[in-house]
């Protein structure tokens, strides 16, 4: 399987909350990524999170993590037609290449 | 105000020609990278460059070259164009950042279409 896996798609309504949900293999993963891509565009960071870390909170956006099952979810609060994006979870290790591994993105769908 | 920038954003080409993609940050970080992504969004690394060196090459053809004139400017060379390198081509650079998160930032991209 593969290192970093993500559902593809979500479909959500506008102003629910989105739950965009990701798990990883390496349990030796220092730090857990969040990117998001909009159409045209490059990957842009939403927020990170420190494997000694269970959750963050920045305005709209929740990360929480668990460190046991290997999981990690983006809740976006409150979602927006421009939430509308593909989320890429991503995972770098301890050691070795600083480069992180990415997930294949999560394509989130808002619809009035 | 750019901080990672890409030329040209659209390459529209023939099967075996030559071309090449250019990349520049001014963010003073020390590391660039170049990303290719598929049709189905797949992100996958193909080379970085830390202060002009290159330190990764993952499994990459020989017809792609990399070259870092300076560690702000990391170009990609492609000789003899095939169907299958159609792409988005992104172009990133990182920093260690404060413990290290080495935060990735990216162009926006370069829509290589081989015909």
């Known amino acids: 399987g593969e290192d970093v896996e993500q559902s593809l798609f979500l479909s959500v309504r506008e102003g629910d909350s989105s739950v965009i949900n990701c798990t990883y293999t390496?349990?030796?993963?220092?730090?857990l990524y969040w990117y998001k891509q909009e159409p045209g565009a490059g990957l842009q960071l939403l927020t990170y999170?420190?494997?000694?870390?269970d959750m963050k909170q920045d305005q709209r956006l929740t990360v929480l993590l668990n460190k046991k099952d290997k999981h990690l979810s983006l809740r976006i609060a409150d979602t927006q037609t421009g939430d509308s994006a593909i989320y890429f979870c991503?995972?770098?290790?301890?050691?070795?290449?600083?480069?992180?591994?990415f997930g294949r993105g999560t394509s989130l769908i808002v619809h009035p | 105000d750019t901080a990672v920038s890409q030329t040209p954003k659209y390459l529209v080409t023939q099967m075996g020609n030559d071309k090449s993609i250019k990349c520049e940050q001014n963010?003073?970080?020390?590391?660039m990278y170049w990303y290719k992504q598929d049709s189905k969004k797949f992100l996958k690394i193909m080379f970085s460059?830390?202060?002009?060196?290159?330190?990764i090459n993952e499994t990459v053809p020989n017809r792609f070259s990399p070259k870092s004139p300076d560690k702000a400017h990391l170009n990609l060379h492609i000789n003899s164009l095939e169907l299958g390198d159609s792409a988005v081509y992104f172009c990133?650079?990182?920093?260690?950042?404060?413990?290290?998160?080495?935060?990735?930032?990216f162009g926006p991209g370069t829509r290589l279409t081989v015909l």
């Open positions: 990133a650079s990182s920093h260690p950042g404060l413990a290290g998160a080495d935060t990735q930032y």
């Open positions: 390496d349990s030796s993963s220092t730090y």
């Open positions: 999170i420190f494997s000694n870390m």
């Open positions: 991503a995972e770098k290790k301890t050691g070795g290449s600083y480069i992180p591994t």
């Open positions: 963010l003073g970080h020390d590391t």
């Open positions: 460059y830390n202060n002009k060196e290159l330190i």
